[in-house]
């Protein structure tokens, strides 16, 4: 869903906050590891070197820069168990002769709900370019309900119909808003003035009686 979003005009970033992100757990023996004569830390390099996102350069071509990057990370498990961890004379020891490949989830630390249930929340930022907030909204509007229509229909994605009309109307409401801001921190400092004044007066009469 990320790079749907990413590719409406003007949008700059998406951040996705909460959910559970898949990972694999290696769960290592590590008594068939010293019988290979092995270290955890070999099997933590080897995990490192095979499961890596490098650049490797770029390339210009017809006014378009392009990165060129090499992609070697672990999508299955079957690539996890294969990855060689050492050499012996008796041919290569692979990861899943010295543990066992688990799925499992990365650690959550923001946690967010919404209604009560679990959820995920984007935040979308705009290009620093005097991108329209209101073209941006209008086109996630569309593109959430072709979201709706692609993904399973249990997926609840909230409309922004009440946000787009906010952004419409937030230029006279914003001026309205900040006009009765304006107009009751005026009536507060004149009526605690006046409240002041009068108890003022009131202390200096009493003074004056003794």
């Known amino acids: 869903m990320e790079p749907r979003l ?30 290979r004569h092995l270290s955890l830390q070999e ?37 996890l168990e294969n990855v060689v961890l050492a050499w012996t004379e008796h041919g290569p020891v692979y990861l899943r002769e010295v543990a066992e490949i688990k799925p499992g989830e990365a650690p959550q630390f923001n ?7 679990p959820a995920v929340l984007m935040n979308i930022y705009s290009q ?13 509007h569309e593109e959430l309900n072709r979201i709706r229509r692609d993904y399973p229909s249990d997926l609840h994605l ?31 400092f004149s009526c605690s003035c006046a409240i002041y004044g009068r108890q003022l007066w009131q202390w200096q009469s009493f003074r004056q009686r003794f």
């Not at 099997?43 to 990165?67: I, S």
């Not at 946690?111 to 249930?117: E, K, L, N, Q, S």
């Not at 370019?129 to 209101?134: E, K």
């Open 158 to 188: 909230p409309s922004s119909t009440i946000n787009r009309c906010l952004l419409r109307k937030g230029s006279g409401a914003c001026g309205r808003q900040l006009l009765l801001d304006w107009l009751s921190r005026w009536l507060f």
């Open 111 to 117: 946690v967010v709900t919404a209604d009560g249930r």
């Open 43 to 79: 099997v933590v390099d080897a995990l490192e070197k095979t499961n890596q996102l490098l650049p490797t350069g770029m390339h210009e071509e017809n006014r378009q820069l392009y990165l060129a990057v090499l992609d070697n990370r672990v999508r299955r498990p079957e690539e």
């Open 128 to 140: 620093p370019n005097n991108a329209s907030t209101t073209r941006i909204a209008d086109a996630l």
């Open 6 to 35: 990413l590719r409406i005009p003007g949008v700059a970033q998406v951040k996705i906050v909460g959910g559970r992100q898949p990972e694999y757990h290696v769960v290592v023996d590590t008594a068939k590891l010293e019988a």
